[in-house]
């Protein structure tokens, strides 16, 4: 694993009868469901770190009135070491004079855990193929370093770089509480918007905190299982959901990164993405949702964790309506993966994130596009 990356398993140690149910579909093992409080408190609550970015910047307001300031006030920064949290400013979406597309009513993140770029064709992938014709795509996306699930997610999620994040480790450690800063979730929920998790490893619970999610769900099998378990209860009232799958980054561990076994499992992969677009289809929700399908980190041998281009590159593919079509110019990082969501669901980006929208997948002029991670 990249030098500074506690770790204990660091994803390696996939269980034998886990591998026998991926190849011969044996029943499922239950899923772990959560609503809000079910895991160890950590830190603050989405909702009071809201609280406490208004009440500041009311504050801040009434300074500038009495002073009769004209020079603008640096924008705070959040720190990991303050406590309390530090205060938070927000960047208002900018406003443009392009015609506005469809309505984005609703935002899906996929994260395929592990899977590389170029996996995709090798597969083959068909529904994410398809998705890339008709949506907006780059397969030369980056993610953090270092290249591991929990950093990463905890990137894609809190549009932060990990050294703002904090999450240098990449076991479930409930004793090392969450990621720090204003996550998507927390936007989300303060602006009273349903959020979900469907998840394959159960220490992605600590990208967020409990308070600003209304079920957290963790499936200890297959993709295309955990898949039917979503759509069996499927939200239709949800907002921000996130969809993780573990899979194929199991299978890199024990058989190596495009070896027979993972791909067989990529594909099994694609399948489950063409049961949620099916249903989407169904309940007439795909016309209004953003789908936005990546990965945490690529792979080389079994392992990952390195800046090899191998790890570090990872698939970036949106979905939705208005939404640009064709291979994208814009650099992405993952990072960029929350800010674009916010963005699309109109909720203010807090000014500390690295993350920028990937304007031009939404159709609009390219103007700050985020840097890589120092």
């Not at 500074?4 to 660091?10: F, I, M, S, V, Y």
């Not at 400013?89 to 855990?113: E, M, Q």
């Not at 989300?188 to 469907?198: D, F, N």
Request: aromatic share 6%.
């Amino acid at each position: 694993m990249g030098a500074g990356l506690r770790t204990r398993a660091a994803d390696a140690n996939v269980h034998p009868m886990y591998i026998l149910r991926t190849f011969f579909d044996l029943p499922p093992l239950q899923a772990h469901a959560s609503a809000g409080g079910d895991r160890s408190p950590a830190l603050q609550s989405g909702a009071m770190k809201i609280h406490r970015h208004f009440m500041g910047s009311a504050w801040v307001c009434l300074l500038l009135a009495a002073c009769q300031m004209a020079a603008p006030i640096p924008t705070a920064t959040a720190t990991l070491t303050a406590a309390p949290a530090p205060t938070l400013t927000f960047t208002p979406p900018p406003t443009f004079t392009s015609t506005p597309g469809p309505a984005i009513r609703r935002v899906i993140i996929l994260s395929i855990d592990g899977l590389r770029p170029d996996a995709i064709q090798a597969a083959p992938m068909p529904n994410l193929l398809a998705l890339m014709k008709t949506g907006a795509y780059t397969l030369s996306a980056q993610t953090v370093h270092p290249s591991a699930t929990l950093p990463a997610h905890a990137s894609m999620l809190t549009g932060l770089c990990p050294a703002k994040h904090g999450v240098d480790w990449n076991d479930y450690l409930p004793e090392n509480g969450i990621a720090q800063g204003v996550d998507l979730f927390d936007l989300a929920h303060a602006a009273g918007l349903r959020t979900l998790i469907y998840t394959g490893k159960e220490k992605l619970q600590q990208v967020t905190d409990a308070s600003s999610l209304d079920a957290f769900v963790w499936v200890n099998d297959r993709d295309k299982v955990l898949m039917q378990n979503l759509l069996a209860d499927f939200p239709a009232d949800f907002v921000v959901l996130f969809i993780h799958f573990a899979t194929t980054d199991d299978m890199g561990h024990v058989y190596g990164w495009l070896s027979p076994e993972q791909l067989s499992v990529v594909f099994r992969a694609d399948e489950a993405l063409g049961e949620l677009l099916s249903a989407l289809d169904a309940r007439g929700l795909r016309g209004e949702t953003l789908l936005i399908v990546t990965s945490d980190h690529g792979g080389h041998g079994t392992i990952h964790g390195s800046s090899l281009p191998e790890d570090m590159t990872i698939p970036w593919i949106a979905s939705g309506p208005g939404l640009y079509v064709g291979q994208l110019q814009t650099r992405v990082h993952t990072m960029d993966t929350a800010a674009t969501a916010a963005f699309a669901l109109g909720l203010p980006i807090p000014a500390d994130w690295d993350g920028v929208p990937v304007y031009e997948a939404l159709g609009l002029p390219v103007g700050k596009t985020s840097q890589d991670c120092p």
